[in-house]
């Protein structure tokens, strides 16, 4: 078993790093204080391709796979997180989605701006009383002969307000239930009938903008639809198995941030004439924070290297988002205790790790739907695929 990183896998993170000092680090400050979104920044992210994984190489691809996405967004969330997520909006969600169940029309015009960072992508989902069950959302799409026409809304999207083409995921057919999802390739900005609004009320990721949809008679072409109709329950399982991979590594980037600043802080910080990291409950509590993170890095990696080869993934990439987030939390907060005082100020960035690394309990299937994914597998009710 190879547990390394090839040479030119660490020159990407170098490279990400390099990046990240060079583009986030200068303003993040301020940023983070105005909750401030820089769409430049993802357009150098394509321009450095770092949102090409797994894409042919014809349509923008940069010849990596799922093991390189999953260093690149390691590496941003470990700065910021919410710069991580336009490896998702723009690569492994719509990208990758419309690679594998598009047209060749559908990928010639869509992939190659999303991986260039020239069109802001997004997938929309998620509905004011639809999270977890998928099958309940409300947003429909019917059939008028040439084209279809969209009512409904759709909440906690990101990207929502800024986003030009994405995925919409909606109802064709009720009675039909899992068969009765559509997918659909759409244009916030050029479709009538489509209002979008910021949702400014999150506890962190201040840089990663989000949204509500709102559909009111909105009119798309009869192409837009994404493989057949009925197929896009399917679709978005499929699609949420790839983009979570990059939610665990988000997570993963968190904790590695909380660690260093744990490790950082009990070196310097002196009580009763010595380091606080010569304490025995300080050493207990980074011991913890590091046998977490490392164990939740090989069920990430494990799941990237599953995917690059082809085989079944669900429940590795289940477990390591699983792991992943509950490890980003546990570290974040024990980041906090050893901070004391300064842990709960702005002054210090682990306030920001904890706030951030809550979101990957939730984003892409919460804590809770990724155990019963787990134990489905397991319990032999349901395949890995």
Known sequence: MEFGLSEEQKMLQDSVRKFCEKEIVPTMEEDLENHTFRPEIIKKMGDMGYLGNAIPEELGGNGFGFMEAVLISEELAKVNASWRLPINMQNLGPSLTVNKFGTQEQKERFIPDWVAGDSLGFFAITEANSGSDVISMKTTATDKGDHWEINGSKMWISQAAQGDWGLLYAVTNREAKYKG????????????????????????????????????????????????????????????????????????????????????????????????????????????????????????????????????????????????????????????KIHGSYGYSSEYPVERYLRDAKSYQVVEGTSNIQKTIIAGIALGDTKNR
Request: charged share 20%; proline share 2%; aromatic share 8%.
């Open 181 to 336: 999802v559509s997918a659909f390739v759409i244009n916030l900005k050029e479709t009538e009938g489509v209002t979008v609004r910021d949702i400014t009320t999150k506890m962190g990721l201040a840089n990663s903008p989000t949204g509500e949809i709102a559909f009111d008679g909105a009119k798309i072409p009869k192409d837009a639809i994404l493989g057949k109709e009925g197929d896009g329950f399917q679709i978005c399982m499929w699609q949420l198995n790839n983009t979570r991979l990059s939610c665990a590594a988000g997570a993963l980037g968190v904790a590695g941030a909380s660690i260093d600043a744990a490790i950082q802080y009990a070196n310097e910080r002196t009580q009763f004439g010595k380091k606080i990291g010569t304490f025995q409950m300080i050493q207990a509590s980074i011991a913890e924070m590091v046998a977490e993170h490392e164990a939740a890095k090989l069920l990430v990696y494990r799941a990237a290297w599953l995917k690059d080869q082809g085989l079944p993934n669900t429940f590795e990439t289940s477990m390591g988002k699983y792991y992943a987030a509950e490890s980003a939390v546990f570290c974040a907060n024990e980041a906090m």
